[in-house]
């Protein structure tokens, strides 16, 4: 089984930017895409972006196209998401996941769940 531990969240002023770094450990699939995802207080837990196992296909929720870059590099076993001009509404708990394999980047599709990284964006 792989395991995920998610680094890099904190406090952050509107505009500001952050870099999330999901490390893997244990037994890794061979081909398989990673997901972050974030819950906010009282809300649903959701997709917000997702990188195939080549690293070459990308996918974004609307509202962090153009502001959230994801990447990752198999051989350190890590996966990044870079977050600039974040926005108050980015407030939530960041957490990186196995996604199955052909799967859309929902919740639903994704396991191996890590902690979670607390990402708070406030002035």
């Known amino acids: 089984q792989v395991q995920f531990v998610e680094s890099g969240g904190g406090l952050v002023q509107p505009g500001g930017s952050l870099r999330l770094s999901c490390a893997a450990s244990?037994?890794?699939?061979?081909?398989?895409?990673i997901g972050w995802f974030r819950q906010a207080p009282g809300k649903e837990r959701e997709g917000v972006s997702c990188?195939?196992?080549?690293?070459?296909?990308?996918f974004y929720r609307d509202s962090v196209k153009g502001r959230f870059t994801i990447s990752r590099d198999n051989a350190k076993a890590t996966v990044s998401l870079r977050m600039n001009s974040l926005q108050p509404e980015d407030t939530a708990v960041y957490y990186c996941?196995?996604?199955?394999?052909?799967?859309?980047?929902?919740?639903?599709?994704?396991?191996?769940w890590g902690q979670g990284t607390q990402v708070i964006v406030s002035s």
């Open positions: 996941a196995l996604v199955r394999m052909g799967r859309l980047c929902l919740p639903l599709n994704a396991d191996s």
């Open positions: 244990g037994s890794t699939p061979d081909y398989y895409a």
């Open positions: 990188i195939s196992s080549s690293g070459t296909n990308t």
